[in-house]
Nanobody, 118 residues
Framework: QVQLTESGGGLVQPGGSMRLSCTASGSLFSINNLGWYRQAPGKQREMVAVISTNGITNYADAVKGRFSIARVNANNTVYLQMNSLTPDDTAVYFC????????????WGQGTQVTVSS
């Protein structure tokens, strides 16, 4: 099993910044993807940003140029730096860890609330 421990989140004003972090522990495959998804009220969960073990990143169009994802492989930690936040970024953010080995293995954090409001 894999455990994902998230930190960060809370209330921030429009135009502000916030950083989320997540550490994965347990039985991880050495080659994996770490990332963040989000789910706003009444909407489906969507990918925000994902980073592979070798540093390849993928961002949702809505956050390109504003958010930045990074990881430290030594301790399986992923960071999401969020800048120029808008109310549309308000959502529960979920940490993600996954890999493909015979089948997809997907694990999720419990989620952390990010609220962008004045």
């Amino acid at each position: 099993q894999v455990q994902l421990t998230e930190s960060g989140g809370g209330l921030v004003q429009p135009g502000g910044s916030m950083r989320l972090s997540c550490t994965a522990s347990g039985s991880l495959f050495s080659i994996n993807n770490l990332g963040w998804y989000r789910q706003a009220p009444g909407k489906q969960r969507e990918m925000v940003a994902v980073i592979s073990t070798n540093g390849i990143t993928n961002y949702a169009d809505a956050v390109k140029g504003r958010f930045s994802i990074a990881r430290v492989n030594a301790n399986n930690t992923v960071y999401l730096q969020m800048n120029s936040l808008t109310p549309d970024d308000t959502a529960v953010y979920f940490c993600y860890c996954g890999w493909h080995l015979n089948r997809m293995h997907n694990f999720w954090g419990q989620g952390t609330q990010v609220t962008v409001s004045s």
